[in-house]
């Protein structure tokens, strides 16, 4: 057995060159050795381009108010790998993670194909929540949905797309339906489906599919702001299907992600789960989702983290800090697949900073490259856009900072460049509301 001194990278190292390799024979094959762990855990099942993390967060978090014991799988994490696997919003242990990684590697046939890191570790957790006995386990798919290693399960209590933009095109396909074909991979016959706001294109994939399994549908519109029950409430209330609620997430659009896990909640309690509208209430303001629209402070000052990985994303955050009416300073790197122009025209106004440094230990875009894109991309606005280059991300924070009387800092662009900025401990003060 490996040394429980050791860490999850290391083991899981030598499984990263398998890289993404879409494909269920091969988890298929771990599950059954380790006889079929999947089969005894109730899941909902999330897929989509952006917000099915927040989705998770808001489902796990009620379904844990409700005294469920429940299980979550995301990813990618941010500072560890712990982080993707949580019951009840408790990462699991680095010894038990290190325990059940050793079992599952163990299990690995050697003369078959070697499985990927991410078909490891989504073994791992099918493993740890079984054993846990949870009661109910929400797993967001990792990328697309009908070959993903998440997508193991016959029968899951709900299927659930968020959204769907054009991402991950190298592996999905070139076109929204294309990509929506592959997310719709998730849903099952006569299960549940969910669906968020959708362009046409993936609109008509979906209604194909849906018809086809016929799956109970329920397609989801936005909540609507109402008045808090209580005026010294700090957290802004909405109502979906008759149920008011706080929203702890903040950006508009949580306004479709908060109302998609609403319609899961009701889908479960018409099947018998006993979930309350205290519950319910109880369950979204303890909501947190680290990374998405967030505030945290950097040397004294207020600093807004997120994502921001694609266009869709970028067009939520730039609509978030619309809100906020001053110009903005961009911390940004951002991997080389990604779509940057888009992402730029997105974000970048008239008067804002841009402070581009590179994503350490990813395929980085080059910042150089990058600048001269946003250049090229602010060519006609009026008043320009101030565009600057740094190797490290120390540097081009603390030079955002020294403006930050005018300019609001903004680290955003990647999760990985996120997660990097919270390993070197940068994060002072975190809060899941906004005190702007």
Not at 135 to 146: K, S
Not at 258 to 278: F, H, K, M, P, Y
Request: charged share 15%.
């Amino acid at each position: 057995m490996t040394d429980l001194t050791s860490n999850i990278d290391t083991l899981l190292a030598p499984f990263h060159q398998f890289g993404v390799n879409l494909g269920l024979s091969r988890i298929q094959a771990l599950l059954a050795a380790l006889g079929y762990p999947h089969q005894s855990v109730p899941i909902l099942h999330v897929a989509g381009t952006n917000g099915k993390g927040s989705v998770c967060a808001y489902l796990s978090s009620i379904l844990s108010a409700a005294g469920y014991k429940v299980g979550r799988y995301t990813s990618p994490h941010l500072v560890d790998w712990n982080e993707r696997i949580c019951i009840n919003n408790q990462p699991i242990s680095t010894d038990i993670a290190l325990t059940i990684l050793d079992r599952v590697i163990a299990a690995i046939d050697p003369t078959t194909p070697t499985p990927t890191q991410f078909e490891i570790v989504t073994v791992a957790m099918w493993l740890y929540f079984a054993e846990s006995q949870v009661d109910i386990a929400v797993i967001e798919v990792g990328l697309g949905g009908r070959l993903d290693a998440t997508n193991v399960c016959d029968q899951p209590l709900a299927t659930i797309i968020t959204s769907i933009d054009l991402e991950h095109w190298q592996q999905l396909g070139d076109t929204i339906a294309k990509i929506a074909a592959e997310k719709a991979g998730i849903l099952k016959p006569d299960c549940p489906a969910i669906i968020g706001t959708l362009p046409p294109d993936a609109i008509t994939v979906v209604k194909e599919r849906v018809a086809g399994l016929n799956c109970p549908t329920t397609w989801v519109k936005p909540a609507i702001s109402v008045q808090p029950p209580l005026s010294k409430d700090s957290l802004p209330w909405v109502e979906f299907a008759g149920i008011k609620y706080p929203l702890a997430l903040l950006g508009e659009m949580q306004l479709t992600n908060s109302a998609i896990a609403i319609a899961t909640i009701q889908v479960l309690r018409e099947t018998g789960w006993e979930i309350s509208d205290a519950d319910i209430v109880a369950g979204m303001a303890n909501t947190q989702w680290l990374g998405r629209i967030q505030w945290t402070t950097w040397q004294g000052h207020k600093l807004l983290i997120d994502g921001a990985h694609n266009p869709a994303a970028a067009i939520a955050l730039r609509q978030y800090v619309d809100t906020l009416n001053t110009p903005i300073s961009w911390v940004m790197g951002m991997l080389s697949t990604k779509s940057h122009r888009e992402i730029f025209q997105a974000l970048l106004r008239p008067g804002d900073r841009l402070y581009l440094v590179p994503v350490p230990d990813h395929s980085s875009a080059d910042p150089a490259t990058l600048a001269d894109l946003a250049r090229l991309t602010c060519s006609d606005e009026p008043l320009g856009t101030r565009i600057d280059t740094y190797t490290d991300l120390t540097t081009a924070l603390t030079i955002a900072m020294t403006h930050a009387h005018i300019h609001q800092p903004v680290l955003c662009g990647s999760l990985y460049l996120l997660g990097y900025f919270l390993k070197l401990g940068y994060m002072e003060e975190y809060s899941h509301v906004a005190s702007t």
